[in-house]
């Protein structure tokens, strides 16, 4: 834990704002491994230029997010183009990360040619949209059948068909498979909170309320839980 913050001297409510820092500067660096294909921490550490050894507290949560140092929040900033204030706003649950808006899908898939994106997406999009127009099973969560309708809410703000929605989502890291366990009932694993987020272009926390409120029960042991952040953590040891 940070010299600055003791745990001792926070009140119930601050531990709990500041966890849930900790929780989304770990998501964060989570999703920096995957974009730079970084598949351990000490390799994101490296990448990002910051000493391994700080990249093994900020992965196992012993740091007050908001309170390291400024050159290296300027580094994790810049591993996804953000300045600063985007980054802390981040950090502080202030703005959720939008992603890549449907603007720039649209634009950049307008350079591919057709004939390889139907190639890739027709059999998906197939699926997506008989997933889409199943009925919801009464024995589904209730998280899982009000995520369904979410998406497709913002399928329609979107104003998308099914194979431009999936090829939206997928570019934003949520897959076809996310979507086959969402309508089945799966449980939403930690992993998946913060493409959801993108595409729903919400905050993880507010999805995690979603999913806790009906779930703690039929969540899955420890062991099956956080297997990305795990992997990261245990291999930035030195």
């Known amino acids: ?4 913050t003791s745990l001792s001297t926070l009140t119930d409510a601050e531990r709990r704002l500041l966890k849930a820092e900790q929780q989304r500067l770990i998501d964060y660096l989570e999703e920096v491994a995957y974009e730079k294909r970084c598949n351990s921490g000490r390799s994101l550490a490296l990448k990002l230029q910051i000493k391994p050894p700080s990249m093994v507290d900020y992965l196992r949560g012993q740091v007050a997010p908001l309170e390291i140092k400024s050159e290296y929040q300027q580094l994790l900033a810049a591993a996804r183009g953000w300045s600063v204030e985007r980054f802390q706003a981040y950090l502080r649950g202030e703005s959720p990360d939008p992603g890549l808006k449907a603007e720039q899908y649209l634009t950049a898939t307008r350079s591919v040619p057709l004939e390889l994106l139907a190639e890739a997406m027709v059999v998906a999009a197939q699926r997506f949209s008989e997933m889409l127009k199943a009925p919801a099973h009464s024995s589904l969560p209730q998280a899982n059948v009000i995520l ?66 009906e779930n703690l029960a039929k969540a899955p042991h420890p062991r099956e839980m956080g297997l990305r952040s795990n992997s990261l953590k245990h291999s930035t040891e030195v």
Request: aromatic content about 8%; proline content about 1%; overall charge negative.
């Open 1 to 4: 834990m940070s010299q600055k």
């Open 148 to 213: 369904s309708q979410m998406l497709q809410q913002r399928q329609q703000e979107l104003g998308m068909d099914d194979e431009q929605f999936l090829a939206y989502c997928e570019a934003l890291r949520l897959e076809s498979r996310d979507f086959q366990g969402i309508f089945a009932g799966d449980y939403i694993q930690n992993g998946l909170l913060a493409p959801l987020a993108k595409v729903l272009n919400t905050t993880i926390d507010e999805l995690v309320n979603l999913r806790d409120s």
